[in-house]
């Protein structure tokens, strides 16, 4: 009997090694379930204006907004401020730089404008979101407040964007900076649909 063992013992160890081979191939084959969170971004995401643009900017806060509809409303104000703040920097600098022409500076000095007034507006909405929780605070005044303040914010922006149409800037300056403000109305807008999904599901 021991030697019949042994005869087949190369056959019985071939046949563990394939099967342990085909075991780790089916459970590489199989897919990793997404992270709840991750799947959550692209969920609300996906009734946002661009989703895409929605998902890239907030998936690297995965963590922190969770699957919390007021957190991941709260990241996308924040994800906006701070590109609108980084835009008006590179704006300022830009209108100081030699070589650009009274009409183009007026027209960035007018966007500049429209910017601070988008960068007090979002700072307002995320200073009310971040009141929601506290005791005896009206919701649906706030959300209110919040719904006017980025409404308003993307206004400015769009009157922005308008300031460098026709002839008051020309080039590679002109289309760069109108992709840069088109940016920020795109997250405004996106950050403006998950308010107001936030407050259909408060609600």
């Known amino acids: 009997m021991g030697a019949s063992f042994y005869s087949h013992f190369p056959k019985l160890l071939v046949t563990l090694i394939s099967l342990t081979f085909f075991l780790n191939l089916s459970s590489a084959a199989r897919p ?8 959550f971004i692209k969920t609300s995401c996906s009734s946002t204006t661009y989703p ?8 690297t806060h995965a963590n922190l907004i969770q699957t919390s509809p ?16 980084a ?3 590179m704006m300022v600098n830009l209108s100081k730089s030699q070589g650009m022409k009274p009409k183009e500076v007026e027209a960035m000095q007018d966007c500049l404008e ?16 971040g009141q929601i929780n506290n005791k005896g605070s009206d919701f ?26 026709g002839k008051a800037m020309n080039g590679k300056v ?11 109305a795109h997250l405004t807008s996106n950050a403006l649909a ?3 999904r936030y407050a259909s599901i408060h609600g």
């Open 32 to 39: 990793i379930s997404p992270h709840p969170s991750t799947e």
């Open 52 to 59: 895409k643009l929605c998902i890239s900017s907030l998936s």
């Open 70 to 85: 007021k957190l991941i409303a709260h990241t996308a104000l924040n994800v906006t401020l701070a590109t609108a703040k």
């Open 87 to 89: 835009t008006s920097v």
């Open 114 to 129: 429209e910017l601070s007034d988008t960068v007090d507006e979002l700072r307002k909405s995320i200073g009310e979101m």
């Open 140 to 165: 649906g005044m706030l959300m209110s407040d919040i719904q006017t303040w980025v409404s308003a914010a993307l206004t400015d922006e769009s009157t922005c964007s308008d300031g460098f149409g």
């Open 174 to 184: 002109k289309t760069t900076l109108r992709l840069k403000i088109m940016n920020i």
């Open 194 to 196: 998950l308010i107001n």
